[in-house]
């Protein structure tokens, strides 16, 4: 009978709750700040994190997960009887995460050939962040206690990573300005004009698709790219970072507009916040036009 285990990282921004309710492994990012490392989710939550960056000068830096790591969570998940492992990584172009799990599974064979053939690993490349992956994870958990076979839910979060669109908005540049995302001389200008830039992610990329003026253009704006571009009727998220009000305020404008509520919503961790900065907000769908 089979027994599959769902593993993805931190950038997934699956909840501790829901990392726990519906058995998902998320394996944890180690950040630097200074000559200080600290654990998401041990050493902080977001909220907890978010004031780090408030008060931190530098540039804080996330540590890859390597395939050391990977080979013994494989092994340690095969001693336990799984015979499918789906593990879905963060954007292969950000992080070396996801060509470290493709080593380990090698490397996890050659050191066990036993497990040949009772064991399957799919390695997933997610080519975006947050809940590109998060939201199929959650519904795969969903697909496994009906008995769907892993090689199809691996099949069903391959088909939706690869379809997925996620546009959101920045509300200062100053964190992206301190990793390089943006030059310093174009963040210093975008600030003073109070220029807004409404960022695209998908098929690994990252591309500033507009700017508005002003804090009040964002929302109205990435409702009207959404629902442009959004299979009709199909599920969406809401992206959001400290600002709950904000998420709410998006989550409102899309119901009314699609005429159905977001489907799920994701806070924005360390490994996005680090480039991103804590004031984000943005939507998560499956593209009619990728």
Not at 116 to 129: A, P, R, V
Request: hydrophobic share 40%; glycine share 8%; with cysteine.
């Amino acid at each position: 009978m089979a027994k599959i285990k769902l593993l993805t990282d931190a950038a997934s921004d699956i909840s501790p709750e829901y990392e726990k309710e519906l058995g998902i492994k998320v394996i944890p990012f180690k950040v630097a700040m200074g000559d200080k490392t600290y654990t998401s989710g041990v050493d902080f939550d977001n909220d907890k994190f978010y004031q780090m960056l408030d008060d931190y000068d530098g540039i804080p830096v996330t540590s890859q997960i390597t395939a050391f790591e990977y080979e013994e969570i494989f092994k340690e998940l095969y001693e336990d009887g799984y015979t499918d492992i789906i593990n879905v990584t963060i954007n292969r172009e950000g992080s070396a995460t996801y060509n470290n799990a493709c080593m380990a599974a090698d490397s996890f064979f050659e050191n066990c050939p036993e497990a040949k053939g009772k064991l399957t690993i799919y390695n997933i490349d997610s080519e975006g962040y947050t809940g590109t992956y998060g939201w199929p994870l959650i519904q795969a958990a969903g697909k496994i206690k009906k008995g769907v076979p892993a090689a199809e839910i691996a099949a069903y979060i391959q088909d939706w990573v690869s379809n997925c669109v996620i546009y959101f908005a920045m509300y200062t540049l100053k964190y992206a300005r301190k990793s390089g995302r943006i030059p310093s001389a174009a963040a210093f200008v975008g600030e003073v004009m109070g220029l807004r830039p409404i960022m695209r992610i998908h098929d690994h990329q990252i591309k500033t698709h507009t700017k508005v003026r002003g804090d009040k253009a964002v929302i109205p704006k990435i409702l009207d790219l959404t629902a442009e571009e959004i299979i009709p009727h199909t599920p969406y998220c809401v992206v959001y970072g400290r600002d709950e009000k904000v998420r709410d305020e998006l989550a409102k404008a899309m119901t009314k507009r699609l005429g159905y509520p977001p489907a799920e919503f994701f806070q924005i961790g360390a490994a996005i916040s680090i480039n991103a900065g804590p004031q984000v907000v943005g939507t998560i769908f499956k593209s009619k036009k990728p």
